[in-house]
């Protein structure tokens, strides 16, 4: 009976990163200690909102950046422009087709939910100016 003897020679892997570096784990603590800090104090929460409101804006202002560049890197890549057209086509043909259904599902939910029904305000007795003295 012959016995066999087998040697691996075990790659050495990268040590595995730790999970808090991980950018979901990140996104979830901050939500988590968001979430806490409006609830245990409230004033200063809303004493955070600028940088919030600061961070959304730095975000809106470099998303059309990036679209772009992809957009640009996208058409370069391309050998021929009849390619760089059916493309080009294509994505405006998703872009509405799933424009056209968001619209849509928006429209049953909306219709089946009913959301606002059941909450019973009276228009007059609103107070605009709070609402534009928290928008800012």
Known sequence: MATLTTTQSV???PPRKPLYSALW???V???IIAVAL???SPATAIAMKPLGDVFIRLISMIITLIIFCTVVSGIAGM???KKVGRVGGMALLY???VSTLALL???VVGNVVRPGDAFHVDPATLDAKAVADYAG
């Open 79 to 81: 050998e021929s422009m």
């Open 38 to 40: 409006g609830l245990l």
């Open 29 to 31: 603590v901050a939500m």
């Open 25 to 27: 784990v990140q996104v």
């Open 11 to 13: 790659a050495a892997q």
């Open 95 to 97: 872009f509405e087709v």
């Open 105 to 107: 599902i928006g429209f």
